[in-house]
């Protein structure tokens, strides 16, 4: 069964930490790019991040560039959203999904994890 399980959502102050996972099964998860993106209240959904089958190119949205850092361990199934000095407009639900390339449709998505940051 094919599925993408995102973790390590939650509660966090500005300028602090979070480390999401997004846990692949049911695909070999090196044939694909894997993106991240979130979506928060009221707002249309947005990309985030990307990553390549390889992990030889990524690429980030401006407003996280810097901040963000995106990785993949194909050994694991699972590609990681590293992301430092967190600020209350990161709030939204974070989605990871597949692509055969960062460029191209992503056909197969989480259902989300959650991160808030606020004092």
């Known amino acids: 069964q094919l599925q993408l399980v995102e973790s390590g959502g939650g509660l966090v102050q500005p300028g602090g930490s979070l480390r999401l996972s997004c846990a692949a099964s049911?695909?070999?998860?090196?044939?694909?790019?894997i993106g991240w993106f979130r979506q928060a209240p009221g707002k249309e959904r947005e990309g985030v991040s990307c990553i390549s089958s390889s992990g030889g190119s990524t690429n980030y949205a401006d407003s996280v560039k810097g901040r963000f850092t995106i990785t993949r361990d194909n050994t694991k199934n699972t590609v990681y959203l590293q992301m430092n000095s967190l600020k209350p407009e990161d709030t939204a639900v974070y989605y990871c999904?597949?692509?055969?390339?960062?460029?191209?449709?992503?056909?197969?998505w989480g259902q989300g994890t959650q991160v808030t940051v606020s004092s």
């Open positions: 049911g695909f070999t998860l090196s044939y694909y790019a």
């Open positions: 999904a597949r692509s055969r390339l960062c460029v191209t449709q992503f056909d197969y």
